[in-house]
């Protein structure tokens, strides 16, 4: 993962493109299906088929929310983490996915925020259009995994029907001081928590506290 990391930062991690950038379109969608495929715990099974891969067109104002928190994760944690300089150095930015549905037949490439579809029933689009900040995420937190076949568990409970299709929103996170779900002390600062599933406790779900550590890059539709 560290390495397609690197890659996607290099590739995917631009700002400003516009909508039209179809040879970089192609190419990060291919760079974002082939990790999604290969982020799994157990390559034995059988993931979902992709149908497409889309890219989401993310505005000023998102990145600039998304690096200010950045920032203030920084701040906080400067001198505190000795043990964790990744902390210091970008807020522990992770590239994670997020399982939900969608109801709108997006024929473009590319989802612009200001185009997203007004059917209150489409996850997708109502995340990207109040930045994840649903009454849901902020009593509970939101749910990410780093793990594609841990998330296709998660999808086979999500009821998917006649208009109605499962999406991952592949999204650029940034996790700051993580702490385990047995470890959280009620007087201890931290950012998100980390919570093992899966067989074996391989895989790592992520409960992100704060919407603004989260930015919509991809979403990968499902069959
Ligand atoms: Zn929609």
Redesign the pocket.
Known sequence: MSNSLQLVRMLLFQTGLPSCCISYDIVARNIIEKIFLASTTNPSKQLPTIKKVLRVNNTIDMLEKFEKYRETVKKRSFGQYKNHPKITVDGNELLQFHITT???C?EHMVINPDE??K?PS?C??RLIQFSFRTSYNSKNGILLSTNSDVLCEHANRVSKGMNVKRAVIVCRTIAGRVVSKDDVKLDEEYDSISIASGLHSRSQNLVIKDSSAVLPRFIIVLD
């Open positions: 969608m109801s709108c997006y997203l579809c059917d489409c997708v689009c």
